[in-house]
């Protein structure tokens, strides 16, 4: 296995990772930024009110999404235990 080899494994994991993490960020993400301006509009500093909402768009994004990140983080296990014999020798 040489250096080349570890990091593209590296760069595939890293890229597998920002895939699978960016449904839950940006829906998120974009939650709390509604929530935020929405605070600072009425003044209303309440904990709840941004946390909940986020809750239920990570629950309705892993209702939604869970299947495909499911799959694809399933497919980049199989083709890294595939090439198990391709890195060792």
């Known amino acids: ?4 080899m570890i990091a593209e494994l590296g760069r595939q994991a890293m890229t597998v990772t920002v895939q ?3 449904p839950l960020l940006i829906g998120t993400l974009a939650v709390g930024l509604v929530i935020a301006v929405f605070q600072a509009a009425t003044q209303i500093n309440e904990m709840t009110l941004s946390f909940v909402p986020k809750l239920i768009i990570m629950a309705l994004t892993l209702m939604f ?8 983080l399933i ?3 199989r083709g890294l235990i ?6 060792i020798g």
């Open 82 to 87: 595939r090439a198990i014999p391709h890195l």
């Open 20 to 22: 699978i993490s960016a």
């Open 65 to 72: 999404a869970g299947t495909w990140m499911l799959q694809l």
């Open 1 to 4: 296995m040489n250096p080349d």
């Open 75 to 77: 497919d980049y296990t």
